[in-house]
């Protein structure tokens, strides 16, 4: 046992390695007040509490962090940011969050009911809640209306309808326009988990598409997963050689950028999610965009300004908070003015879009 | 309605095909494992030594524009990994299982804080066909219904671990390597006694580990992905720490195991048409391990000296 005091000091140290690698990644410690002139006081202080995917997963956290980022800029704050590693997490992640800032930001639907808990413990911060309304741990199906919580929520239906446009009117144009078609009249989507956000998108890609195409079918799966790479690719796979789809349509987070990559493979087409994915590869003619960073950006302005409100408006096609990204060059001129038609029914009201799978 | 569905998909090549690819990718770390805990060293660290690798992969091959090159850093990253790991568990006879799990932390922090650095916060884009490792059809043999498709037209790399596994059950029960190192696993005072190098075998097994592991990241994010994500391997490492003792720490057991994991993992999305619950359906690899364990394999026995520190009898 001599050496015991030496060995438990080198496990700590390298335990600590680790732990501070982790964090560092999260770069939760670095401080990077920007300017610090005198002129401006530093504004109230926000905490980023990100999802398990963490602020470079090319999807909502990394939007959130982007206009977290620029809050950060314009209101002289410190930078924390918190990278949440396991469900477990959430509540702690959330509590040392709320103690050391006077507005906590929490990004995803999962930890609503850790949301909820918190924000009750913590009455005199704020909080802002991206995908969801804080849930009751007793009933994760009912908001809890509470006044020191912001949810952000997004018409994710809007943006998914206008990605099946794309894919519903390329469809119906035909092999003659569109040179990848398989000839089944299939699209597909590869959903991450059957949660709220993710199935707005693929409800509203359904029904849209069909709206456009008639007779298109439409396959969904769900890989279980957000970050499983391998396992997205293998599901698109399998609807692209099984059932000929032509339209992959990825809302799984990093594992549906394998889906991305199957339509690559496969040589036909995909469309990307939360962001604009068009840079991942050339099958991604497009991308359902939901701007999760303007409305992270907004609740800490109307912090900043004094004007927090628990009841922020949701965000649609109408103030921008969702819509499409850039169009790659596979999409034929045709497409463009039913896109506009279906943006002008959307924002009028003419057209009602589901909220779950038909 | 269900059976009807599964009876449809069991027999389609596509199921198979996929549940094949899934196998090898676990299988690679699986044997890293059998091989580090036959010399009696617990190892649970092959999750990051897998992350680690895929992302070396793909930074290597992309700087170097070489493939093979690609490959090899992925393995040296993961043996460097499993390298820290020997250090800490042999030398200082640490916990192993906390080093493993440090290991594992490491990984995902590393790879988590370096992939923005090097992408300038972009993410990285998808590589050049010419960056990945191909799917290769094996001339006629691919050609032959159902069988074909299923055992011959997988990623070049799989047919490198069908080799592997050939050649791992070859070195550890019929040549005096392979018995060296059971020696050291299941009683190192004797093996020592006899003049085996204890020390040297558990560094030579545990980096192996490593290079397999490593090995495996390059099959999925050179091979499978075709591109680096955070956190891509999503808790395979220890699926594959399943499959090794599932396996009974042989790498035949150890292959039949993640091919019932990787059945699963192609199954569950496959099931989705019968109408149950996509939810339900992801725990089927679970509940095939349980019954399989249950049924199938009975009692397995770690190797007597799995864990345990060797100190030389002080001269």
């Known amino acids: 046992m001599r050496r015991s005091g030496k060995l438990s000091l080198l496990v700590s140290l390298f335990v ?27 504004g109230k202080t926000v905490t980023l509490v990100t999802d398990i995917g963490g602020i470079n997963d090319q999807s909502f956290n990394q939007s959130a962090y982007t206009g977290y980022q620029k809050a950060m800029s314009q209101y002289n704050f410190k930078r924390s940011v918190i990278e949440t590693q396991s469900e477990s997490d959430y509540v702690s992640n959330l509590t040392r969050a709320a103690q050391s800032s006077d507005m906590v930001v929490g990004v995803g639907f999962l930890m609503a009911s850790a949301m909820d808990q918190v924000a009750r413990a913590y009455p005199t911060k704020y909080f802002a809640l991206v995908d969801s309304c804080p849930t009751d741990p007793k009933d994760t199906n009912k908001c809890d209306n509470l006044s020191n919580v912001a949810p952000l929520s997004y018409k994710e239906q809007q943006a998914g309808c206008l990605a099946g446009v794309v894919a519903g009117k390329m469809e119906s144009l035909g092999k003659a326009r569109v040179s990848k078609l398989q000839g089944n009249n299939t699209i597909s989507a590869v959903g991450g988990m059957e949660i709220p956000a993710v199935v707005h998108y693929i409800a509203g890609y359904q029904y849209c598409a069909r709206q456009v195409d008639p007779s298109v079918s439409v396959k969904i799966n769900y890989s279980n997963n957000f970050q499983d790479t391998a396992k997205c690719q293998d599901i698109a796979n399998n609807q692209i050689t099984q059932s000929k789809s032509d339209f992959v349509f990825q809302v799984a987070g990093g594992c549906g950028v394998g889906a991305l990559q199957a339509a690559q493979a496969k040589g036909v087409y995909s469309i ?12 991604v003619v497009t991308s359902a965009v939901k701007r999760v960073d303007t409305s992270v950006y907004d609740i800490i302005k109307a912090l900043q300004g004094g004007k927090f409100t628990a009841k ?11 819509g499409l990204g850039s169009f790659s060059s596979a999409v034929p001129a045709e497409v463009q003015p039913v896109v506009n038609e279906y943006v002008k029914k959307i924002k009028d009201g003419s057209l009602n879009i589901p909220e779950t799978v038909q | 309605m269900f059976l009807q569905v599964l009876g449809h998909v069991l027999i389609t090549s596509d199921l198979w095909q996929a549940a094949l690819q899934f196998a090898a990718l676990l299988l690679l770390p699986a044997l890293g494992g059998v091989i580090s805990e036959r010399s009696g060293v617990v190892n649970i660290a092959m999750e990051g030594m897998m992350l680690i690798g895929a992302y070396a992969g793909v930074m290597v091959a992309v700087a170097t524009h070489n493939i093979l090159l690609g490959v090899l850093g992925a393995m040296i990253a993961g043996g460097l990994l499993a390298l820290v790991h020997a250090i800490v568990s042999i030398n200082f006879m640490a916990n192993q299982t906390v080093s493993g799990i440090a290991i594992n932390i490491a990984a995902l922090g590393l790879t988590n804080f370096l992939l923005p650095i090097q992408t300038n916060g972009q993410g990285i884009t998808a590589l050049d066909s010419s960056l990945r490792l191909p799917q290769a059809a094996l001339g006629p043999l691919a050609h032959i219904p159902f069988i074909g498709p299923v055992l011959f037209q997988q990623n070049i790399l ?14 550890l029960f019929r040549t005096n390597i392979g018995l060296r190192i059971r020696a050291v696993g299941e009683h190192p005072q004797a093996a020592d006694t006899a003049g085996v190098n204890v020390r040297l075998v558990r560094y030579l097994c545990v980096v192996s580990s490593g290079l397999l592991s490593g090995l495996a990241g390059a099959f999925l994010s050179l091979g499978i992905a075709g591109i680096f994500n955070q956190d891509m391997t999503a808790g395979q490492g220890y699926i594959a720490l399943a499959a090794m003792i599932f396996g009974k720490y042989t790498p035949f057991g150890a292959a039949g195991a993640c091919i019932v994991f990787g059945l699963g993992e192609a199954l569950s999305p496959r099931l989705q048409d019968t109408g149950i619950s996509a939810n339900l359906l992801s725990t089927l690899p679970y509940l095939l391990t349980l019954v399989a364990l249950v049924g199938l394999v009975g009692r397995t026995m770690a190797p007597a000296a799995d864990g345990v520190p060797y100190e030389p009898a002080a001269e």
């Not at chain 1, 990307?272 to 099958?283: L, P, R, T, W, Y």
Request: proline share 5%; aromatic share 6%; hydrophobic share 40%.
């Open chain 1, 16 to 42: 600590l390695c680790g732990v501070l690698l982790t964090a560092c990644g999260g770069g939760s410690t670095t401080g990077t007040t920007s300017g610090g002139s005198s002129s401006t006081p530093a």
């Open chain 1, 272 to 283: 990307g999610v939360d962001s604009d994915q068009a840079h991942v590869n050339s099958s």
């Open chain 1, 312 to 322: 922020p408006p949701v965000f649609d096609l109408s103030n921008d908070g969702v």
């Open chain 2, 158 to 171: 799989f047919y490198v671990v069908v080799l592997i596994v050939i050649l791992l059950h070859f070195l």
